[in-house]
């Protein structure tokens, strides 16, 4: 072979279903880390926030006089209190339509913080309106004009930090909503040490102040963190955006409300009916609650957030979600049960001898607790939150009334008896929710024989899909296509060709003969006998949302394109796919793929053979070269449009080899070509990016012989040869790379950060704004020769053959250039946005390749 690249796959390295052991179980963790990594993170933060908040207010206490701490105490309350109010259930709102939100997500969210300020700001000033007018406690605490400015101000940042931590969430971003909260507090802490050394006596202002420096300070890291993880598009609001939301806004309003103000105005209810000290007793009681119900409170609000985009997952993620809440939260709930007293006991023993009982007995609402929080959840994925609303309001005024009745009687227990049995008559009435989604079964599972999860390779490329178009073709028609993949499944069930991708749950689903036979009358799609338009087929697959068929065929007119899952194989896996299946329906039999040995530590061997006996390779194998920053430019609305032009030539392979000998003696014909389509672009007007590009590698070349790997096993470096319109500089810098073998050092980086944080089954929407002004930043993928597929029942020679090999993503100014040989016939494919750019000039650029590609190149000499 000719050629150095290759389009590749990710290798599988599992061959058989999972069972109850150690590998099915790390396959099923794996398949839940996004709600272990959010989950996780949301948990982390109120440890976080919870220890440094000790930490801020024991170092108040002893450097400022009590009225300063009280002052500033109270307007962290009054904050905290307007601000989750003027929330307006903003937050909710865009866990709820963020994941499925193509584009503009920071439009909506920097609306919604907006909003989320300005309703919290008349929230402030109506509490200051309150305390001078009618309560002169909270007068007295408001301060001077100074410090009650900055109050208001500090609700209205509460509010949209507040807004902000469960949009993170929305974009399954936990981690960046920890680090916002863990500088929070950090900053606001060494604020006030920084006070406490100078000769300064500290006022309630003052402290606010450091907390209010601490909240802008985090949202200033973090937003410069998202910008360098270009996470952020543009940010400017659109109220237009929030047009047809008002209604769900408000029903996420109401649940929120709902559920909030019952627990905060508890503590209201003892005072009133028992006393303060037994207040005392109760809230210090309920602060280990409330600990204990973090963990489904943050398993149930990630749960919301991940099923939102992809509710496939909801019984899956409800399940794990039971797990991890019930597995690890009711044992310590029951030791809290059994310790009760010696728990009190650490605050005081009046508070042991007063409330031990009663913190017994809501240690025993863990449960209850965890229903309604799963029941609130699957409420707002199935968009049932103005019901799920409107039992809250009845179980939170039945919650406040069961504390009155209870305390009534002249007794904190009673109290916490009579509210800890509404709560379970709540559990009696949401848990057939919850326990409807856990035992939910489908139609098809019912026809599952058995599972293989998804290797880490698979998954690292599941959100992409790969399409091969090919024809004309005699004797080959949908009919016979699907017998001859019912011959397949008949000879192997698992298959991978034959399997169901569950993208959600990271794993092939095998079935039995009856569900297989409904299942590839969908995966292959008839066009029927008459003239087909095999371009138009290509574009069709583009268009088509990814879905759970490793392979889905259009067939029709003596065409096959053949989009195939790139968890499935690369050019070599799909091409022996591709002839077999043609094959066999040509010759109307069964398919037969012969299963092949999996090679499990075929990356760690190679990486292994290539740097860990030699360490003086070891610097060059852990430097990468980045894609340069690409500076901000102006942007206008944008919608993607992705789509295809091809061209071939069976003379043009000719006229590269006699130019190459006579210019460029060595060099590939693939990196002709890639200098070539460069120059046309250049020519027509386009103005490539020349920094560099993407090439497409193949790393099979590094692992031993004998083995071979089915599945994936390619990596895409980015590269800046001196000129991209010169074939020798694009061959000596490949060539160069290649022989680093530093490709696998990155695809053991990118395999080891799967194994951490997950990979999507999707891939991220397209942003909803573009450059005014694109440039093309290429990717070239070369595949080499398919003369594999020689013995196809072609209806006509080599020239006149159509063989198309076409990615389906692509960025909004990306171009990528597919390369393949057949029968001497170069074939060519243009994969780009007909939003960005003409796809006639596109195609003028092909044309120009394949009729003179010498030329282009000399014309930039």
């Known amino acids: 072979m000719e050629s150095t690249i290759t389009e590749a796959e990710p290798q599988s390295l599992d061959s058989g279903t999972e069972g109850p052991g150690r590998t099915g179980i790390v396959a099923i963790l794996r398949g839940h880390l996004d709600l272990f990594l959010n989950a996780g993170s949301l948990m982390a933060t109120t440890a976080i926030t919870s220890l440094f908040g000790f930490a801020y207010w024991w170092l108040a206490a002893q450097s ?59 929230g402030g000033l109506v509490y200051v309106a309150l305390a001078h007018l009618a309560i002169p406690g909270l007068q007295n605490a408001l ?243 103005r019901g799920a609303g409107i039992f809250s309001v009845f179980a939170g005024v039945a919650e406040l009334a069961a504390a009155w009745y209870g305390g009534s009687r002249g007794s904190l227990t009673e109290l916490v008896t009579w509210v800890a049995l509404v709560m379970a008559a709540e559990t009696v009435l949401v848990a057939p929710t919850v326990l409807r989604v856990v035992f939910a079964r489908t139609p098809l599972e019912e026809n599952i024989m058995s599972t293989t999860s998804l290797t880490l390779r698979e998954r690292a490329w599941l959100p992409l899909e790969y399409i091969r178009t090919v024809g004309p073709l005699t004797g080959v028609t949908a009919e016979r296509l699907r017998n001859a993949l019912i011959g397949l499944h008949a000879a192997d069930p698992t298959h991978r060709a034959v399997s169901r991708l569950d993208r959600a749950g990271a794993r092939w689903e095998h079935m039995d003969a009856a569900a297989f036979a409904a299942y590839v009358a969908e995966a292959v799609t008839d066009l029927g006998d008459g003239p087909v338009d095999f371009d138009a087929m290509t574009r069709e697959l583009q268009a088509e949302q990814r879905a759970h068929h490793p392979v889905r065929i259009l067939a029709g007119g003596g065409y096959v394109a053949m989009k195939v899952a790139h968890a499935y194989g690369d050019a070599g896996p799909v091409n022996v796919l591709l002839r077999e299946l043609v094959r066999a329906a040509g010759e109307e039999r069964p398919a037969v793929i012969a299963a092949s040995a999996r090679h499990r530590w075929a990356l760690p061997k190679a990486w292994w053979k290539q740097f860990g006996t030699k360490p003086g390779r070891w610097k060059q194998g852990l430097s990468f070269a980045r894609p340069p920053h690409q500076e901000q430019s102006a942007t206008r609305p944008w919608t993607a449009s992705l789509t295809v032009e091809t061209a071939r030539s069976a003379d043009v392979l000719g006229k590269m080899r006699v130019w190459r000998d006579e210019h460029s003696p060595g060099v590939t014909t693939s990196a002709i070509t890639f200098a070539a389509f460069t120059a046309a672009l250049r020519e027509l007007g386009l103005n490539p990016d020349m920094s560099g590009g993407t090439f497409l590698a193949d790393a099979r070349r590094y692992v031993d012989k004998g083995v071979s790997i089915d599945s994936n096993f390619c990596m895409g470096p980015y590269l800046s040869p001196a000129s991209l319109t010169d074939p020798q500089a694009i061959h000596t810098t490949l060539k160069a790379e290649l022989a680093t073998g530093r490709i696998l050092t990155m695809m053991l980086l990118r395999e080891g950060k799967i194994a951490v944080t997950g990979a999507p089954g999707l891939p991220d929407p397209y942003p909803g704004e573009a450059p005014i002004e694109p440039r093309p930043r290429l990717t070239f993928s070369n595949q080499g020769r398919h003369d594999v597929l020689a013995d196809l029942p072609w209806a006509v020679d080599v020239a006149g053959r159509v063989n198309q090999s076409v990615p389906t993503l692509n960025g909004p100014e990306g171009i990528t250039l597919t390369t393949s040989e057949m029968g001497g016939v170069l074939h060519l494919e243009a994969t780009f946005h007909a939003s960005t750019y003409d796809p006639a000039v596109v195609a003028r650029a092909l044309q120009l390749v394949c009729a003179d590609p010498a030329a282009l190149i000399m014309a930039t000499r």
């Open 64 to 122: 400022a006089s009590k009225e300063a701490v009280g002052q500033a105490s109270a307007a962290v309350s009054a904050m905290t209190l307007i601000g989750t109010i003027g929330m307006f259930g903003m937050g909710t709102m865009l866990i709820s339509d963020l994941p499925a939100l193509r584009g503009r997500k920071w439009e909506l969210i920097s609306t919604c913080l907006l909003v989320a300020g300005s309703a919290s700001t008349v």
């Open 143 to 385: 301060g001077g004009t100074a410090a009650t400015v900055l109050l208001v101000f500090g609700i209205a940042l509460n509010a949209m930090t507040l807004v902000l931590d469960e949009a993170l969430v929305g974009l399954l971003q936990g981690p960046m909503q920890l680090m916002r909260n863990a500088w929070f507090s950090v900053i606001k802490l060494a604020l006030l040490g920084a006070l406490v050394v100078l000769p300064l006596t500290l006022t309630g202002g003052e402290l606010l102040l450091t907390w209010i420096a601490g909240m802008v300070a985090s949202v200033v890291i973090l937003g410069r963190a998202l910008r360098r993880k270009g996470m952020i598009d543009s940010v400017r609001p659109r109220a237009s955006l929030l047009r047809g939301r008002g209604r769900s806004t408000f029903d996420h309003n109401l649940l929120n409300l709902a559920t909030y103000l019952p627990r905060a105005a508890l503590p209201l209810v003892v005072t009133a009916v028992l006393s303060a000290e037994a207040n005392a007793s109760f809230y210090t009681a309920f602060m280990v609650l409330s600990f204990l119900a973090m963990v489904p409170g943050n398993v149930a609000l990630t749960l919301f957030a991940v099923a939102s985009g992809d509710k496939a997952a909801l019984r899956s993620k409800v399940r794990m979600g039971l797990l991890i809440c019930l597995g690890g939260g009711l044992p310590v709930s029951l030791v809290v049960v059994f310790a009760a007293k010696p728990i009190m006991s650490l605050f005081g023993a009046g508070y042991a001898e007063s409330a031990g009982t009663a913190l017994m007995i809501l240690a025993l609402t863990y449960l209850p607790f965890v229903f309604h929080h799963f029941f609130l959840a699957i409420s707002r994925v199935q968009g049932r939150v």
